[in-house]
């Protein structure tokens, strides 16, 4: 950066010393009338601060105002970049190159690990919840049919009530009642056959039921709206202290994960349009991405700890 400072610094003072050679022609006037431009400079240099500030201004003889146009294209792009001595010296910064600035990102990333992880949970729920339902779905389609129809789970209602038709006929010994009798024998027989497949059906009714009582998808939703938001703003954040700090990013093995998790938010977040309309191949590559996120979340921690107490003894309050 200092290099490119010293660059455009270069750049700015040839510009002015090309605006002072051509300026007859650049402001517009022939060589011949230059006794009718009127030449005002002001130059004004403080080293010290890194701060050059030069002005030319000519006035033709209709008496319009004209300035090079090489010299404010230097002049303008000088200003849009800090001086050399703030490269230099972080302390211009303030608070922002302190404990308390240099803390945030180390201390709100391991909050956000443990957002990922409660995050992970709630979507591996919402994804069981979607299961359980078609899983139902299927069993229920198993579910075999007695006399008055298909049978429904739960099949103890219907069960209990065959037993007590069958009790009362028992009494009445009539031709009809014995041929009732062979019916409910026979549909209580099925229904017997069928406990196994009615119990998981129950089990995965009432285990639904719970799974909807949590509202796991707005859950969800929420927490993963905190992790882009607040994950994407920390990292950039990670990376100005250091900048602002040490003059310098430095390119290792934490700054590359930090950019891989930073990636891996976008990517899976920009599958949430499709995973809405019912897309299951990016319900799974939403999935797969966080997964992948999550495990280098995990990979990054220990080197994140490390470069945290380096700062921690680096830098001193607030």
Known sequence: MRFVFRL????????????????????????????????????????????????????????????????????????????ESAFADASSFGILAGRTASMVHPITNLGLFATSLYTAYLGFQWRRLRDIGEELKVLTSQLPSISSGKLKSPTSTILSSLLLELESLKVDKSPESLSKIEIITNDISIINQAKELDSKITELTSTR??????????????????????????????????????????????????????????????????????????????????????????????????????????????
């Open 8 to 83: 455009l610094t270069s750049l700015q003072l040839i510009s002015f010393i090309v605006s002072l050679n051509y300026r007859p022609r650049i402001c517009g006037i022939k060589p011949s009338n230059e006794k009718q431009l009127k030449l005002s400079s002001t130059a004004e240099n403080e080293i010290g601060k890194g701060l050059i500030k030069q002005t030319i201004v000519g006035e033709d003889a209709n008496g319009v105002l004209s300035t090079s146009p090489l010299f404010v294209l230097g002049t303008l792009t000088l200003l849009l970049l800090p001086s």
């Open 209 to 318: 039921k719970d799974l909807l009582s949590l509202n796991l998808r707005d859950k969800h939703y929420s927490t993963g709206s905190v992790l882009l938001g607040l994950g994407v703003g920390t990292s950039f954040l990670g990376a100005f202290n250091t900048f602002i700090r040490e003059g310098e990013i430095f390119p290792d093995s934490h700054l590359f994960a930090g950019m891989g998790i930073t990636a891996l938010w976008a990517m899976a977040a920009s599958l949430v349009p499709a995973m809405q309309k019912g897309n299951e191949t990016a319900r799974t590559a939403h999935i797969v991405l966080n997964v992948l996120n999550l495990l280098l979340f995990a990979w990054q921690i220990p080197t994140g700890l490390d470069i945290m107490f380096q700062t921690w003894g680096a830098t001193s309050w607030p």
